[in-house]
Nanobody, 119 residues
C-alpha cells in the first residue's frame, strides 16, 4: 500500500485547511486509514481514523468538533480542519492499517504534509 498526502499549508488561527491522502496498491487489504501528527519536540499524536469498509470514524479529543474526515472516492480520504489553533501546527501523516494487523499497528505511512497555524 502506498499513501500520498497532499494539501496543508499556512493559515491564521481560526481558519480552515484541507489535507488529503490517496491510497494505492493493495487497497483491498485496508482496514482503516488514519491521520497522525507530530510537532518538534512532541510525541506523535493520533488525530482521526476512518474504517475502510464501514466508514466509521473516531476522533482524538483535541480535534473533536473541529476536524472532519471523509472518504471522497474509492481510494482518497480528506481531512477538513476548521477553527484551527496554533497548537494544531504539525506535520500530518497519513497511515494505513491492514486487515489482520494488530490494533494500533500501522504498517504503511505517507510522507507527511506540513500544517502551520499562525497566531
Amino acid at each position: 500500500v502506498q499513501l500520498q498526502a497532499s494539501g496543508g499549508g499556512l493559515v491564521q488561527a481560526g481558519g480552515s485547511l484541507r489535507i488529503s491522502c490517496a491510497a494505492s496498491g493493495r487497497t483491498s487489504s485496508l482496514y482503516n486509514l488514519a491521520w497522525f501528527r507530530q510537532s518538534p519536540g512532541k510525541e506523535r499524536e493520533f488525530v482521526v481514523l476512518i474504517t475502510w469498509s464501514a466508514g466509521a470514524t473516531y476522533y482524538g479529543d483535541s480535534v473533536k468538533g473541529r476536524f472532519t474526515i471523509s472518504r471522497d472516492n474509492a481510494n482518497t480520504i480528506t481531512l477538513q480542519m476548521n477553527s484551527l489553533k496554533p497548537e494544531d501546527t504539525a506535520v500530518y501523516y497519513c497511515a494505513a492499517r491492514v486487515v489482520g494487523s494488530r490494533p494500533l499497528q500501522y504498517d504503511y505511512w505517507g510522507q507527511g504534509t506540513q500544517v502551520t497555524v499562525s497566531s
